[in-house]
């Protein structure tokens, strides 16, 4: 087992992000790899739907995986162990990422050959959709069990994101959610975002995310 | 149905907030009101917990629910159809509340006579845990859907917490959680919480839960 890098990342107070997120995610685009900022809870299910499109995608793309947490670096040695090039972020107390964070990160990592990089954000539905950090697309997930009111509660994440993918829906059967409801709610917040319902136990929905993916990588690689 | 006030509340950039805590904490014990500081994930069942907590003790306690959002206000419009006298504050994006802004919310609820008063905060596991509101107990709630891993990826929370409530343990056996590995993580933080697990579901473990809420109150007004 590789020992996992554990990189503490530091935020950079005088930089401008908007204008340090463009420029990195114009260096990657000169690059080829395509940068997701996967954004939701803590307990949503990010890591086990990470190695599950990991296996799914092993033998087209060439993955990396960016964990961020506040302290730990359980989830880093298990997506390595489902073959992605992993690195552990310790953002030293603080609730997010921005964009100097993730170059730091992307530098430790080294991204040459790299098709596409997950930056796992910290476990937060507020202030990761604050920031910037240069990622080609956000996307979020909100488990089921979370519930279809959350739209109201944490509108930014759901306004800023590309993506909403609804995960444990093996489970939802279980709890108070209507998948109908979260997309009326959604909606409310973003008409454009697309809503993929999917369980990585099962498998229910993970082609259409798999999809999804290749298509962007191919569309940024273009 | 009573409309319910929304306030803004703003953070004092400028007081020590740990003074500000003590002094507000000092000023409730004089009074004979007991402040709660409630804090969860998003979706950990806050709202539903609280529900059947007010219905469990309305003959018995005069109870206020401060209720903290970065948007909406369905929650207390939730609480207060079960009886507590309840009010919204919004952070205006604040992923936190801290002891002005707790004072703020508690000088528009109105807290004479209140014998206990729980302020639901923002959902999030990272930035309530670094800021005393001036509570006399910090009670955090962990649904068991989250999984038995979070006190070794949110440390803070788990170790200023005098109580973790482990929720919706009637759908535990649907996801890889046990009780036994999360208790060994929570002490790996801290020695001293307890820890109750229970579902507002079924009832399971609620009692455990009311009977320290009364234990509780009761010490403070001793």
Redesign the interface.
């Known amino acids: 087992m590789e020992k996992i890098k554990v990189i503490e990342v530091k935020e950079n107070v005088l930089a401008n992000n908007d204008r340090a997120a463009a420029a990195l995610r114009a260096k990657l685009h000169d690059e080829g790899t395509m940068l997701i900022n996967l954004m939701s809870?803590?307990?949503s299910g990010k890591t086990t739907l990470l190695s599950a499109t990991l296996d799914a995608l092993a033998d087209e793309l060439a993955i990396g995986v960016m964990e961020a947490?506040?302290?730990?670096d359980?989830d880093a040695y298990t997506v390595q162990s489902h073959g992605a090039k992993a690195i552990q972020l310790h953002t030293g107390?603080m609730?997010h990422l921005d964009a100097a964070m993730t170059e730091q990160g992307l530098r430790n990592l080294g991204t040459e050959g790299l098709d596409l990089v997950f930056l796992e954000n910290?476990?937060?539905?507020?202030?990761p959709a604050?920031f910037d950090t240069g990622a080609a697309k956000k996307v979020m997930i909100l488990?089921a069990?979370?519930?279809h009111?959350?739209p109201?509660?944490?509108?930014?994440m759901f306004e800023v994101s590309d993506l909403v993918l609804v995960s444990?829906m093996d489970?939802a059967q279980?709890?108070d959610f209507s998948l109908e409801k979260l997309t009326e709610n959604v909606r409310l917040r973003n008409p454009h975002a697309q809503i993929l319902p999917l369980s990585a136990k099962t498998g229910e929905g993970m082609d259409a995310w798999i999809d999804w993916l290749r298509a962007e990588v191919a569309a940024w690689k273009a």
């Open positions: 809870s803590p307990g947490d506040v302290d730990s359980v107390g609730c910290v476990g937060n539905l507020i202030c604050e488990s069990p979370e519930g009111d959350k109201l509660k944490y509108p930014l444990k489970v279980y709890f």
